[in-house]
């Protein structure tokens, strides 16, 4: 009999020795959640596990998530470069290096005679990982950086895709993609519960829970189905606090972010033909709200809670600092539109099929700019329309 996609998943990550957990660049909380509750699970197990998230700031990181030191940011290098000295004629007697002038010098010395470069070899060591588990990630230019920087490490290891996005490309060598799910966590339940359900302790059923509730903005997306219920009662039943992820979630905002939540929330505008939803954030806004732009952070899942329906959403806001200094633009989007896609139209190559952000002329004014960008995006959009 064939094995399951979630079987296979598991014989994968039995048979590596070392497991890359990586996500998406600009990761959302649910996203971080999954990969906490991956890193944790795979450590259960044995495993050795190391997780890479784009962009990672440990600052922004939520305070009921655990694993926050062990997330890293860059992936750093994946594999040595080696030197080989035959010395099988020849003993070594000495080595010692040196670094001058940005270039490393070695010495060896041989117990007689001499080497000739015909004793020496180079080549590179074994990839630190042999397994990739990619989280949220629809395809592999949305691991930004992780992508640009080592496309030849992600082409040649084996890549595990996990993933609830139906814009997913199914780029893995395995495919854990249910557009059933809810979340990426809500798929990660169902692989550790095939795997080894006793090993889900409180802090990853209290990461698993997290990662769905942040993601259906605490159950209240239509995509919610009595599976993803009956999960939310088990993992509550495995110790996974609740409140604790609620309290962190919206009970932690200060009076500032409110107050310029708000403001934003009032302006909402809205084309319902196009699912396009857009609000703006003058200067000013900043100041007598007393919020900085940190306050932007959950901004656009607030503004989705209030037009559900959106496949995008725009947020217009001017740079806060001593003195307004021009119009910056963040576009989110969901299937079947492409925040990069729709991006290009304004020569933005940057940011994900979720997210770009760019800023736009010096000294273009807010209402100006607003006009021109929702303008140019309803153009694209009914170009890109089914």
């Not at 035959?86 to 490393?104: F, Q, R, T």
């Not at 217009?316 to 991006?343: D, K, N, R, Y």
Request: hydrophobic share 40%; aromatic share 6%; glycine share 6%.
């Amino acid at each position: 009999m064939a094995l399951s996609q979630e079987q296979q998943a598991i014989e994968l990550i039995l048979r590596s020795k070392r497991v890359l957990i990586a996500a998406r660049q600009s990761a959302t909380t649910d996203v971080l959640a999954s990969v906490a509750a991956v890193l944790l699970y795979l450590n259960k197990c044995g495993k050795i596990a190391d997780a890479v998230v784009p962009g990672f700031n440990s600052d922004n990181y939520p305070s009921f998530l655990p694993a926050s030191d062990r997330i890293r940011p860059a992936l750093g290098a994946v594999r040595a470069f080696e030197i080989a000295l035959d010395v099988s004629a020849n003993p070594l007697e000495d080595l010692h290096y040196d670094i001058k002038d940005g270039k490393l010098l070695i010495t060896v010395v041989p117990s007689n005679g001499e080497w000739s470069p015909k004793d020496v070899a180079f080549r590179h060591g074994e990839d630190r990982y042999d397994l990739v588990l990619a989280v949220d990630c629809p395809d592999v230019h949305a691991l930004g950086e992780l992508f640009t920087d080592h496309a030849d490490f992600l082409y040649r290891t084996p890549i595990i895709n996990v993933d609830c996005d139906p814009g997913n490309e199914h780029w893995g060598q395995l495919n854990l993609v249910d557009l059933t799910a809810v979340s990426s966590s809500e798929i990660l339940y169902g692989l550790f519960s095939r795997w080894n359900r006793n090993l889900i302790d409180e802090d990853i059923a209290t990461a698993l829970l997290a990662g769905m509730i942040d993601k259906t903005q605490s159950f209240r997306t239509p995509n919610v189905t009595p599976k993803t219920l009956q999960i939310t009662s088990d993992l509550m039943a495995m110790g996974a606090r609740r409140e604790e992820i609620v309290h962190g979630l919206w009970r932690t905002r200060s009076v500032p972010v409110l107050r310029l939540w708000g403001r934003a929330l009032s302006r909402l505008e809205q084309d319902r033909e196009l699912g396009l939803v857009w609000t703006t954030l003058s200067h000013q806004d900043f100041i007598e709200a007393g919020a900085g732009e940190n306050a932007l952070d959950g901004i656009y899942k607030e503004l989705l809670t209030y037009a559900p329906e959106a496949k995008v959403v725009v947020l217009f806001h001017e740079m806060h600092g001593a003195a307004p200094s021009g119009a910056c633009v963040t576009i989110h989007a969901q299937p079947p539109f492409s925040a990069q896609e729709l991006g290009r139209s304004f020569g933005v190559n940057a940011g994900s099929r979720e997210k770009i952000e760019f800023c736009l002329a010096p000294n273009t004014a807010l209402n100006e700019g607003t006009n021109l960008v929702i303008t140019r995006l309803r153009e694209t959009m009914r170009a890109l329309k089914i």
